[in-house]
């Protein structure tokens, strides 16, 4: 096999860029033998020069783009993240006939088809492995390995922070601010775990999962999330009772000519395949027509899973392979979803004696309940609250009845579905 | 995107052809649109073109190979099974200048190296993904996806009625020749189970994996197996006592410049990632240097699964991707491997008192027992039997130690390292 020579300019060396770096010295020669591919490094674009990169030859960096878009290079990785400049970044080097690999979620999620367009237009290829459950070959996966199925769903652990933070709120009992707090220290949350913990980062994903296994734009600017924050111990509790896991899931599900996308937390059960998915692992489960279930679980995050994915893209373009860019042409309508489960409930209220009107509201809505405690707080600080747990029942249903009882609560009352 | 016809030639019309056939027709507007590829069989080599075969045009079926190989077609695909004649179908085609895709695994596993380097000698490319684990695109994940990685290990569930007998025997407390005849009325086992019970079929998909994850050829012509015929209710239950579940496990483990591989029943503690895996389904457990653990899991075989691999290869190799066909000049040894962990053993003994000098034999060569039991047939038939579940010790150390004890048992001691 004769050795070909890939030239990459890299956008960004943070995290992932720097563990790119380091993953293209330590198994190059691997790389040259598997695939025949030589892969050098050319310009790396940085915002300050002067910082300490153990690895990373400083002669390579610069602080203007344009050095590393018109250096010669065949391929530019991009990871500066964000929209702007690095969808400028992507759409100038497509234009210059340069390959672009990137790790862009939220600009995937946001205009993904456009850039799609924009590649296919140029005859260029857009690799994305790394933007979604970074060294799960997902992306791969769906675009190439089940090509020749429909896929009728896909339901994911896709954040690893609240993967974590659930699993530590589950197996040391302990609240979800010490849970968040301790992700934070072992560098799996983000000083601002907003995107994180509220949601968004998982909805994000699965928008990129779902038009990709559905060829298909979704029609909706952004997914609706529910986070995490409002979990507390008493629900991981009464869970694991009922013999659920409390998971943060996302679900993208084929239903007619449209499909229903969430991303809340839920209640699983115990045997659950995803159920097992702990710490910062993502997982992601896909059903397709031919293959039935399939489980693909590994870490989603992280410098060198996510560099790993990001060279998988590289070398899949410097041999010529790993799935085309064309952006399908259809849109599919997102159904405002309505599941029929059961439900768990947790009311704060300020009387728990409130726990028989909030039954009775429900068995008049024709939802039963299977099982109903009301918990005095055990402090003075404390909440008072009433759980219920109801017969399969539509959740905006149960939302609705949760609303006539307003006025009994003295908070947001969660509401979790059961799968 | 432009649409390119690919005209395929099949070989073999059995389960899996059978699928590939239907999928084709069900999914094949899905595949051109997605992949902007037009799949056409244009002949179909069967033994018998009177039998019945439901979706399936009779004007495309022969009993001539050559009306196949010589029919114009781009890519063959070969599902006749066995080694001779699909080694010779497999070279003629590539020699006439043919792609070819096969889920061959005994003749891959005999000489895979020979015929992928015939193909890439022909510029042709051969794909492989059904002949390993169906449905799970493990082949082009250790290819393309894990590209960057050095494969540290290979932990999988390879033989998917291996481990719907272990389920049955698990969740029903059913014996061994119970849930295997309960496999075979499900088709889950074949009439004559022995390539899959006694661990040969398992042998050979770790072979294909280990080769590809290791870029070398593994001097060995065959790996040496145990299968799971000798698994009793009581080796389950007590496995089960002591927290763990009984699996069939391949492994194939880098240790230094050799390369270990085991295919046996062993322990695995209930947490874990392999313990989940139930049923007939299948799972790899992949460790890559830069993504760490990673698991893919899903349906190992089956009439459409299989045929979701095959097409998958087909649409890659029509849209000149997924994968090279060079086969690695390097050749790796195979160590006997001698693994130090806890062992779990039983003897059919004449006499249960023995249990004091198999303890004491095990004691005297530093092996501790943690855990012993002599138990008395319960039926006249029956058999007596000691159990003894040991401190961390070489499989190999434990096996002398048991064969010290030949003169007290009445048959073959059952020992299954635990994880």
Redesign the interface.
């Known amino acids: ?1 004769s050795t070909r020579k890939l030239k990459i300019g890299l956008l960004g060396c943070g995290t992932v860029g720097g ?1 790119l770096v380091e ?2 010295a ?2 190059s020669a ?2 040259r ?4 591919v030589e892969l050098g490094i050319t310009k790396i674009l940085v915002r300050d020069p002067v910082k300490e990169r153990p690895g990373v030859d400083r002669a390579l960096l610069t602080t203007e783009p344009d050095k590393v878009l018109n250096n010669g290079c065949d391929l530019v990785v991009e990871l500066v993240g964000g929209i702007e400049p690095a969808r400028d970044f992507i759409q100038r080097s497509l234009f210059a006939g340069k390959h672009v690999v990137t790790a862009n979620k939220a600009l995937l999620a946001l205009d993904g088809f456009t850039l799609l367009h924009a590649a ?1 237009k140029q005859k260029r290829r857009l690799g994305f ?1 790394a933007s979604v459950c ?4 997902i992306i ?2 769906l ?8 896929i009728q769903s896909i339901t994911g652990i896709l954040n690893g922070t609240c993967n974590y933070i659930l699993t530590r709120m589950t197996e040391d009992g302990i609240d979800v601010d010490t849970a968040l707090a301790d992700a934070q220290a072992r560098g799996f949350a983000e000083a601002d775990p907003s995107l994180d913990v509220d949601g968004h980062d998982a909805a994000q994903k699965l928008k990129i999962l779902a038009e990709l296994a559905l ?1 298909a734009r979704l029609s909706v600017d952004a997914i609706e999330a529910e986070g995490i924050r409002d979990i507390n111990a008493d629900d991981i509790r009464t869970a694991k009772q009922l013999g659920y896991v409390i998971k943060h899931v996302a679900t993208a599900e084929v239903k007619g000519d449209a499909v229903s996308l969430q991303v809340r937390p839920m209640l699983l059960p115990r ?1 659950h ?1 995803l159920a ?1 998915v702990r710490d910062e692992n993502n997982a992601v489960l896909v059903r ?12 989603g995050a992280g410098s ?2 996510s ?3 990001v ?2 893209d590289i ?2 373009i410097a ?6 860019s ?1 952006a ?1 042409q259809q849109s599919l309508p997102v159904t405002s979803s309505d599941q029929q489960c059961k439900h768990y409930v947790r009311v704060p209220v300020a009387d728990p004696s409130a726990i028989g009107v909030i039954t009775s509201v429900l068995e008049r809505s024709g939802i039963g309940v299977t099982r109903a405690s009301a918990q005095w707080a055990r402090k003075a600080a404390g909440v008072h609250q009433v759980q219920v747990f109801t017969t399969p029942a539509s959740s905006q249903n149960v939302r609705r009845c949760m609303q006539d009882c307003a006025d009994l609560s003295t908070g947001k009352p969660v509401i979790l579905p059961a799968a």
């Open positions: 096999m563990g993953l293209v330590k198994n691997l790389i033998e598997r695939a025949g296919e492995e970074g060294a799960i070959p791969r996966s675009r190439n390995g089940l090509v020749g199925n429909r060829s045997d395949q097992a397709g027509d031919a293959v039935g279930e399939m489980l693909f679980c590994g870490k060198l899973p560099a790993s994915a060279l998988s070398v899949d041999c010529h392979r790993g799935g085309f064309a399908p």
